[in-house]
């Protein structure tokens, strides 16, 4: 595991208590998440691992505020952001998580610096700076010479790393990952996770990210494990029954 843990007085980035989701199928219910309490801590980088359908993307998706949970409750950064209207949730979205989901929602009539630079431009930045920071973070992610490409130009792992960068360009202070190194080979994969953790892990920031990639699992400083829509273990190392 990384050695770069911070004490237990650290901030708390994310506080869950209590949280349940429920989903309709059909006529039936299923109760997909189970009362589950978890401390997400700033200078960390969390890993969230379990089996496919244990409810690790519906966990995170409430944590940062696309999701609603049935019941319980969110702080994100000491704010309880199931108490805000919806549009305080989406303006505390823009200015405090980046996010880099599995889909990677590029927007298919631009290119690769623009679609990069997307969350600059709607925190109010001008075209060009915007543009100009979100080509150096694809420069970080060795994929500069795309900028001016489309997505359908690109392939999945080119793709998938714009997607990365338009999550770190605006510095957030949280960034949550689902699946960040699925599409890419073991050597980009490493880079992406030394960027997260250069960008996304400091003393007031945090990092969550679901994976099923075994190659990252001695980067994390925290995992949770899910089973079943419950937390099964939380804590430095992956158990040895995973």
């Known amino acids: 595991m990384a050695n770069t843990a911070p004490s237990n007085s650290a901030e708390i980035a994310i506080r ?3 949280i349940a989701r429920d989903f309709e199928a059909g006529q039936e219910v299923i109760r997909v998440l189970h009362g589950i309490d978890a401390d997400i801590r700033s200078g960390e980088m969390t890993y969230v691992v379990g089996e496919s359908g244990s ?3 519906t966990l995170i998706s409430i944590m940062c505020g696309i999701l609603w949970p049935t019941e319980g409750e969110v702080e994100v950064f000491g704010t309880d952001i199931y108490k805000l209207s919806d549009t305080e949730l989406v303006n505390f979205r823009l200015q405090n998580i980046g996010f880099i989901f599995q889909q990677y929602n590029l927007i298919p009539s631009i290119d690769a610096a623009a679609n990069a630079a997307v969350p600059l431009i709607a925190q109010g930045v001008a075209v060009e700076p915007a543009r100009a920071k ?7 992610l ?3 010479d795309q900028a001016a490409k489309l997505p359908r130009q690109l392939s999945g792992g080119q793709q998938q790393r714009v997607a990365i960068a338009r999550a770190l360009v605006h510095q957030p202070r949280l960034v949550v990952c689902d699946e960040p190194t699925a599409a890419l080979d073991a050597s980009s994969g490493r880079r992406v996770m030394d960027l997260l953790r250069e960008v996304a892990v400091a003393s007031d920031r945090a990092c969550i990210i679901v994976t099923h990639d075994n190659r990252i699992f001695d980067l994390a400083d925290r995992i949770l494990v899910l089973e079943d829509g419950r937390v099964t273990h939380d804590g430095t190392d992956m158990p040895e029954d995973h």
């Open 16 to 18: 869950a208590r209590a």
């Open 55 to 57: 409810g690790k993307t």
């Open 134 to 140: 979100a080509t150096e973070m694809l420069d970080a």
């Open 142 to 144: 060795n994929i500069a």
